[in-house]
């Protein structure tokens, strides 16, 4: 993915990943280099700013259990954890996270803030 769904806030030239926002903030992630771009604005104003916060060091959830700190997770390591989530979940006895119905939301987000010009919306059940 080359670009946001708000066209006013496109990506970096040449970066993969994917910006969303909400009510108190806003995230992005790079993929190519593995950080979290993260914006909150609860904070008081003279705070206010992204952070970056490299999602490899080990005391992230799933990283700890990868490569040394700094090394790169790819595309096929999300694939272990949704598994190990979906195990624990089902050991728990609970459901697992995101459902079934989280998923069929997302399409029904995007097309209704495609449908209103690219621009935050809100969809009805999320």
Known sequence: MTETFVKERPLAAGSAGLSVGGGTGRGAVTVDENDLWFHDDTMASAEHGFRRVQVTE??????????????????????VHETKDFLEAIAAGSDPTPSVEDGLRVPATIEKSAAEGSRFTTVEGS
């Open 58 to 79: 080990p005391g992230h959830p799933y990283a700890g259990a990868w490569w040394p700190p700094g090394h790169g997770l790819g595309y096929e390591h999300a694939f």
